[in-house]
C-alpha cells in the first residue's frame, strides 16, 4: 500500500521513527506546528490545500497526523482516496497513547502543560505565520511594557493578565517521553523550566502505539476514522470525537451535493482495497 502522510512537526521525530518501520510505503509531508494558532478556519484552509493537491495521485489513503485540534479538522473533505485519521482531541492523545489515557491524566492532574520534544524543538516562533495567529489579532502576543505605553498601567494591568498571561492557570510541566529522544537534554530543559516558574515536573512515558497503528494502516474503528472519499469530517461532541457528515436524503426531494460520489454499497465493495 502507498499512503501520504500529512501531519503536524510537532511529531516530526515520531513520525519518522514509526514510517522508517512500516511495512508500506509513506510518503510524508509535515506543516508548521504554528497552524494551531491560525484558528480553526485558517487551519481548516491550509490542510484542505494539501490534500487537494494530492487528488489523482493514486494514494491508497491520506493520513492525518493530527487531532481534532479545536476543530481545526472540521470539515476538510477527502478526495477521490480516503481520508484516515486517529478519534483525538489533539495531539496529547496521540503522544500517550489513547484518548481514555489522556482524559485521565489530565482530569488527574489539573494545571498541567505537557511538553514533548517536538514541541520544544520546534520552538515558539511562527515564522511568518505570525501575523495570521489568534495572538496577534487579539493582541495576547503583547508585552506588557508595550501595553503600557498604549493603554496607560491601569488598563495594561488589566489587559495583560485577561489576554496575555496565558500559564496563570498551570502549576506544572509533563514532559512525555517517546522513546526515541537522541538525549535526555530535553527532559532536563524541562525540568529547568519548572523549577524557574516555581511549578511542579513529572516525567510521563509516552506511547508510539496509535502512532504505529497510523502508518501501518491497522485502523480500528474504536480509535481511527476512515472517510470515504467526498465526505468531510465532522465533530460529534462525544466519546467518538469525530465522524464523517452523513449523506443527504435524496427520498425527501433535498438537493443532494454527494450526488458524484460512489453508492453507500460501491464503498462497502471497495473496502477490500484498504486496510
Not at 500500500?1 to 510518503?27: G, N, T, W
Not at 489513547?98 to 482530569?107: A, D, N, Q, S, V
Not at 509516552?206 to 468531510?232: C, K, T
Amino acid at each position: 500500500m502507498r499512503y501520504k502522510l500529512i501531519s503536524c512537526e510537532v511529531f516530526y521525530r515520531e513520525m519518522c521513527h514509526a514510517v522508517s518501520q512500516s511495512p508500506h510505503i509513506v510518503d510524508v509531508e509535515f506543516l508548521p506546528k504554528g497552524l494551531h494558532d491560525m484558528g480553526a478556519n485558517l487551519m481548516r484552509s491550509r490542510i484542505q490545500d494539501v490534500v487537494d493537491d494530492h487528488e489523482g495521485t493514486h494514494y491508497d489513503a491520506i493520513l492525518l497526523g493530527y487531532g481534532l485540534c479545536n476543530n481545526g479538522l472540521a470539515g476538510i473533505q477527502a478526495g477521490s482516496a480516503p481520508l484516515v485519521l486517529p478519534r483525538a482531541h489533539d495531539c496529547i492523545t496521540l503522544f500517550l497513547g489513547g484518548k481514555e489515557r489522556y482524559e485521565t491524566y489530565f482530569y488527574d492532574n489539573p494545571g498541567v502543560y505537557f511538553k514533548t520534544s517536538g514541541w520544544m524543538e520546534r520552538g515558539d516562533d511562527l515564522g511568518e505565520l505570525s501575523q495570521l495567529s489568534i495572538q496577534r489579532a487579539t493582541g495576547m502576543d503583547s508585552d506588557y511594557a508595550s501595553l503600557v505605553a498604549k493603554y496607560g498601567e491601569e488598563n495594561a494591568a488589566f489587559l495583560y493578565e485577561t489576554l496575555c498571561n496565558q500559564t496563570r492557570y498551570y502549576t506544572g510541566f509533563t514532559f512525555i517521553e517517546m522513546g526515541i529522544e537522541p538525549s535526555d537534554a530535553y527532559e532536563r530543559q524541562a525540568r529547568a523550566d519548572a523549577e524557574s516558574r516555581g511549578w511542579t515536573f513529572r516525567r510521563e512515558r509516552g506511547d508510539m502505539r496509535l502512532i504505529y497503528h497510523l502508518v501501518n494502516g491497522d485502523w480500528s474503528e474504536e480509535e481511527f476514522l476512515v472517510i470515504p472519499p467526498g465526505r468531510r469530517i465532522i465533530p460529534t461532541f462525544n466519546e467518538s470525537i469525530i465522524a464523517f457528515e452523513p449523506r443527504p436524503d435524496v427520498s425527501s426531494g433535498d438537493t443532494n451535493p454527494d450526488a458524484s460520489l460512489p453508492s453507500d454499497d460501491d464503498l462497502d465493495n471497495r473496502k477490500g482495497a484498504y486496510p
